[in-house]
């Protein structure tokens, strides 16, 4: 099934509730993407819709979907018809939350900030508001909370969060839009499947706050990685090989990332019993008010470098620990990539790139079985079967811009470089090095695996630089 | 039997070798009922001469090859049987030599000629998969009253027509035209090897179930595939020397290079090598340790000569009968397994000559088999946990399956399924589980790569019964290689040794493994 945020289309009008709709805004958005195929590039202006609306100090809530990559954000008042410039002044890609300001002092007279609530209970009513397909008025939809869960969020393609199921009509439009009930808000809606109708998903608030949390200092850190992979200790023989005694329950440790929260403290093998107390199912999950969801949310509540407890089942006792939250940062290589520049270095036509989701979607929607299997392995799977290995940046040879001095070089799809001139490549910034300090006659490259190597010609590279950026219209030939 | 080599600067292994098919060929013409070389000399015919049609009619029959493939996914299962028509092509002892990869995993083999319905029993007397190549034998006397083997072509032409014959149902040899296109270096069916290989097209129907082709007088090859309006045809050089070969006293195969490579057409790579202007050449980027030459060359070693034919920088020799011909036929054209091939080798500056034995290399050898015949996958259950080794045919049950199979799979086949490995000469995998209280927790694993059982690596299906032998205190673990759904699987021996009947009973699963 496909997670799709949402872009545009119709929902049905409804009776308002109280809350005043006119701190719903439209949020109208030009943007212009980057080519992860020709990473020098950006593709051409397109305009898109989304809603948000107005909290405590003049700004407004949106979702960082709607305003990725933006070079022009608007914003307008549904009382009034011109819009406002608006400001991004934080977007938080892992939570799919961006927040805009407005210069103009205009644009808040008369409105009320929108209270921030609480979870919504499963079956209780919501009010959605938003501009689906965009239009003047404030559109309403009314739904019952089906359930609250943590689940993906499709944005970032790797996070997943707390998560509140409506039936509310949740559509292309609504996205940024609050979700009401008693007139607080109680999420933003962000999220729905193709052709499940009565099923929409929207941000609630404990992640909301997270995020404004973490912008207090003026910087927004993200949310904290666990590092944790744990195996549900739904078999009974498995609770009795860890020893768990009777009435115990938890979840046991498969691995533990460097660098995340756990590192450190937890070891594979243990058992999570509990978090901050909260004793953890067999299954993995917590009570959270009348739902259970998964413990992985008590890590992620947290800000990071706050501490956080982990109760563990180790060689036959319970013991307490406390970890400091921490956040991977490697692990922006596997999240779909917004507002920023791919990176690259072009040399003699020779285009070089770390490995990262954005470079392996290039091979279409199916990457993991149709890429080259070895970028595969290294993106997918070499930080588990080596951990040691776990912060190397690979570098890849994308394509080769054929010029009369590169032209005879064999390239079949893009290839993992393991040295150039003899330095081990250990991140795209080492392959200026290693073309600068060569002094032979020839570059040399070899690639990974059974790829083979290939050569160049210095000075033939050496002039060919310049005319082949010129050429390709390639405005600089480092992004690092 | 002509091969590259007889022509002028070559070895003495291959002259011997043309001398020792020599008699084959006489044979074969012994035995044909073809016209005699000069007809008019024949005195006073009683009979008329067979014409060209009955010939072809005495030497053609069809083979009905009736088989089973196992169900990889529920491994002590066998899928519904099939059964599959190929031509045969009747060879002296007499025989029927079958060039086709619908031999493997056959239960029943019967015979038509003539193209009546009429059935006789046969059996196989030698298959080679990695041609793939068969003859088949057929007890029953009366079958071969009137049959004679056509003769095979000892070299094929490189254009002109050809026609193309097999025994549809109708009873009428069914003879349609086509043009050589081309000869190459080929492979064929499921086969790695690199043989000599005629394109013919034509407007026939179907086809490439080892219909007999001809030029001229002689038979050219068997179909073995077709493609749009072309059909590929293993030359009849190679079914001679495969005939030759099977005439011995023991079978030898083909050999197989079992290296990777590059080519070299960048001149600045060249260069850089050190390799002058005048020489060609290719560099080895993968020697298998399993294949000719495995003890003799290493990867970057550039190769500038085979055989006493100089490669250019696209692997092409010039094979002095047929043109360009990419170099992996030069471990088969003419050679059989176990002769030195001397190769002319750039390593480190340094140009010497080495002398690679060829080597012959089975699927089995692989450490994923890109296809399995004769046997079912190699399985066990233990508490209803099913292990199995990776092969081409477990992958196969994704249909289209390297776009499909999973990513780890994948993986494992492009990065580890060549490279044979002496501790772990096969990849292990816990494919499913058949629910069951005894493995309650784990009923949705599939398709995990084991590492280890009860603290054993496991790189073999017998590595893993042994290790099933030691619980850990009570208790079977089951480690799996890291970075998939699940690290460890842990079972209560005595629970799975308890539950090993009634899962038995209820998935149907035969006892045994």
Known sequence: MILAALGLAVAAAAAPDPPAPESVVLVQVYRSRYDWSLPWRQEAVEGSLGSGFLIEGGRVVTNAHVVSDAREVLVRRPDQANPYVATVEAVGNDCDLAVLSVSDPAFTRGLKPLPLGDVPRSGSRVQTYGFPLGGQDVSSTAGIVSRVESRGYVHSGIDAHLVVQTDAAINPGNSGGPVMQEGRVVGVAFQGYPGFDNMGFFIPVPVVRHFLADLQDGRYNGFPDSGLQTTPLLSPSYRRERGLPEGKSGVVVDLVAPGGTADGVVEPGDVIVAVEGVAVANDGTIRLGDARVTCEHLFDLKQVGEPVSITLWRGGRERTVSATSRRIARLESRRNRYGVAPRFVVYAGLVFMPLDTELLKTFGRGWPQTADRNLVWHHLFREAEKPETADREVVVLTRVLRHAANAQLTFNGPVVVERINGVTLRGLADVISAFASNQERFHRLEFEGTAGIEALDRDRAEAAHPQILRQYAIPRDRNL | ?513
């Open chain 2, 1 to 513: 039997m002509r091969s590259p080599a007889t022509a002028t600067s070559n070895p003495a292994p291959l002259a011997v070798r043309g001398l020792k098919l020599f008699p084959v060929a006489l044979i074969l013409v012994s035995c044909a009922s073809a016209p005699p070389a000069r007809p008019a000399t024949r005195p006073g015919a009683l009979a008329p001469l067979p014409s060209p049609k009955d010939r072809l009619a005495a030497g053609i029959v069809t083979v009905r090859v009736t088989g089973q493939e196992w169900n990889w996914k529920t491994p002590w299962a066998k899928q519904g049987p099939w059964t599959r028509t190929m031509t045969g092509l009747v060879v002296p002892g007499p025989r029927i030599l079958v060039a086709s990869a619908g031999l493997g995993n056959h239960l029943l083999i019967e015979v038509q000629r003539d193209g009546r319905e009429q059935r006789t029993p046969a059996r196989l007397a030698l298959v080679d998969h990695e041609a793939p190549l068969g003859l088949i034998e057929v007890g029953e006397p009366a079958f071969w009253q009137g049959l004679a083997p056509l003769p095979l072509a000892e070299r094929v032409p490189t254009s002109g027509p050809a026609t193309i014959h097999r025994w549809p149902r109708s009873g009428q040899m069914d003879s349609a035209s086509g043009a050589v296109r081309l000869v190459r270096a080929g492979r064929h069916g499921l086969s790695r090897l690199s043989l000599l290989t005629v394109d013919v097209t034509t407007t026939m129907e179907g086809g490439g179930d080892s219909e007999v082709v001809v030029a001229g007088d002689e038979v050219i090859g068997l179909a073995t595939g077709k493609s749009g309006d072309q059909i590929a045809v293993m030359a009849s050089p190679v079914l001679r020397q495969f005939l030759a070969d099977a005439a011995g006293e023991s079978y030898h195969g083909f050999a197989r290079a079992g290296i990777g490579w590059q080519d070299l057409t960048n001149p600045d790579l060249r260069a850089a090598l050190g390799l002058t202007s005048a020489e060609g050449g290719i560099r080895l980027t993968r020697v298998l340790p399993h294949g000719s030459g495995a003890d003799v060359l290493r990867p970057g070693d550039v190769i500038l000569e085979i055989g006493g034919y100089p490669l250019d920088p696209t692997g092409q020799f010039e094979h002095p009968l047929y043109g360009r011909m990419s170099f992996p036929l030069l471990f088969t054209d003419g050679r059989e397994p176990g002769e030195a091939l001397p190769m002319k080798v750039l390593r480190d500056g340094q140009r010497s000559t080495v002398a690679v034995t060829l080597k012959r290399m089975l699927a089995q050898d692989d450490r994923i088999p890109p296809y399995v015949f004769e046997r079912g996958p190699d399985y066990a259950v233990v508490g209803g946990l099913v292990f199995q080794d990776l092969t081409g045919p477990y992958l196969s049950t994704w249909g289209d399956w390297s776009r499909r199979a999973p990513p780890r799979l994948l993986v494992a086949y492009d990065r580890e399924g060549q490279e044979p490995s002496p501790e772990r000469p096969r990849i292990i995998l816990l494919t499913s589980v058949l629910p069951d209280p005894a493995n309650l927790g784990y009923q949705d694993q599939r398709d995990l790569i084991v590492d280890k059982v009860n603290g054993r690596p496991v790189g073999s299906m017998d590595d893993l019964r042994q290790a099933f032998r030691e619980p850990q205190g009570g208790f079977h673990v089951v480690e799996l290689v890291p970075g998939q759904a699940m690290r460890r699987i842990v079972l209560d021996a005595s629970e799975a040794q308890a539950a090993a009947d009634r899962i038995r009973a209820a998935y149907g699963v035969p006892a045994g493994p």
